[in-house]
């Protein structure tokens, strides 16, 4: 029986990974009352992001390929109810110590979302996958937004802990709902064991030069994205603004830009526009720092480069994985894995390096540590469509002799 990527299925799919995807990104309007609880130093607060990021990446290498090989409706469930265990945890902590494993369990459990992007291009047909792929990050996006909204909101209401209980109880739903929707479909088999299925993924990285190319991107763009969400609440939260928790999760809202660019930024790539589409994106992300740069002067400002920052990072992100995956279903969990390790490293090392250059220098530093990054990013991509481009004239001359 051939099946297909259906409305129902996919909306499935979006939903699923809008709580999964929230369940990272439900601290960072906490920082302060995370560290306050638990007596943190300012300078340490970037590790209760760093801690969640480097169990994402353990389980992008350890459990994503496994997509590839075993029934990931099973894996699927699975991970939704050690996740939803794992945010108790996160809950019932006591000391700093405690907090950061269960939230590297957290991260762990997380990349349940690349599954589900990865499933959806699978059953998606040809031509079709990059608008699968966009129609699902759509939903991780709106799960990147909803997440500090709501976290701030009941974090006012009930303290920062409530936030995790009720994140676990909605999770035991959804795998109630997928245990009765959604199809059984195994993977495409990859006829070998686990061993040889790790090694294949880290393989990639030497053989798939497109992989290297969009892994960089990832890391940059990811990096820029996490030095601002991670460091954002320091000035929002601190005199003269003193924003409460729901006040902060507000500015979320501005990420509704990114689930504008998620959507489109997959039709581009099926049109062959997606080199042209990151080169723009990546313009975008680097000139976002300066509004953003005027925090204390003007919200409005503030909020105009969060907008830009997130249509840009979502805009690269798409484009990224509809490139990376477009004909290449039978190993859509690997590529997934081996490229959001690359996320997952960029997203750590932003926030712990954001919270440590705040502590020392400030805001402004902060935002020319995000322009150096993003300028970074555009570099590269400057430099790849150079290299492109010579190769295309060579070949131009070559046919005209």
């Keep these: 029986m051939t099946l297909t990527l259906t409305r129902g299925i996919t909306l499935l799919l979006a939903i699923t990974s809008a709580m999964a995807v929230a369940t990272v990104y439900f601290a960072q309007p906490l920082l302060e009352s995370m560290a306050a609880d638990l007596g943190v130093a300012q300078q ?6 760093g801690a969640t990021q480097a169990g994402y990446a353990l389980g992008l290498l350890l459990i994503v390929p496994l997509g590839d090989l075993l029934d990931r409706k099973r894996l699927l469930l699975g991970q939704l109810l050690f996740s939803a265990l794992a945010l108790v945890g996160v809950g019932m ?7 950061l494993l269960a939230l590297a369990i957290t991260g762990l459990m997380a990349v349940m979302v690349q599954l589900m992007v990865a499933h959806a291009a699978s059953l998606a047909s040809a031509g079709r996958q990059g608008q699968a792929v966009g129609t699902v990050t759509s939903g991780v996006v709106l799960g990147i937004l909803l997440a500090r909204l709501v976290s701030g909101g009941l974090a006012d209401l009930a303290g920062w802990r409530s936030v995790y209980w009720v994140a676990a109880g909605v999770l035991v739903l959804l795998a109630l709902v997928m245990w009765r929707s959604l199809p059984t479909v195994p993977a495409a088999k990859y006829r070998s064991s686990y061993r040889a299925l790790i090694v294949a993924q ?3 990285y030497r053989h798939d030069s497109l992989l290297r190319q969009r892994g960089v991107f990832g890391v ?7 030095v601002l969400w991670s460091a954002m609440v320091m000035p929002l939260s601190a005199a003269p603004l003193s924003l409460s928790h729901a006040e902060i999760g507000l500015f979320g809202l501005a990420g509704i830009a990114g689930t504008l660019a998620a959507s489109r930024a997959g039709r581009l790539a099926d049109q062959g526009l997606g080199e ?4 723009l994106a990546l313009v975008l992300l ?23 920052l997130d249509f840009a990072v ?11 995956l477009a004909g290449r279903g039978e190993m859509a969990s690997r590529l997934m894995g081996a490229y959001m390790c690359c996320y997952s490293l960029g997203s750590g090392v932003g926030a712990v390096l954001a919270s440590w250059v705040y502590a020392h220098w400030g805001w402004a530093a902060v935002c020319g540590l995000g322009m150096a990054i993003s300028a970074a990013a555009l570099c590269y991509w400057l430099g790849l469509h150079k290299t492109r481009a010579a190769k295309a004239a060579l070949q131009c001359s070559g046919q005209n002799l």
Excluded at 276 to 279: A, H, L, S
Excluded at 316 to 323: E, G, R
């Design 44 to 49: 340490q607060i970037g590790w209760v992001v």
């Design 93 to 99: 902590a006591l000391n700093w110590a405690l907090l």
């Design 202 to 204: 880290f393989s990639l």
């Design 276 to 279: 042209r589409t990151t080169g």
């Design 220 to 226: 940059l763009i990811f990096a820029a994205f996490s």
């Design 286 to 308: 680097t000139l976002s720092w300066l509004p953003t740069a005027f925090v204390g002067q003007s919200l409005t400002a503030f909020v105009l480069g969060v907008l830009m």
């Design 314 to 324: 979502q805009a690269v992100h798409v484009t990224n994985q509809s490139l990376l």
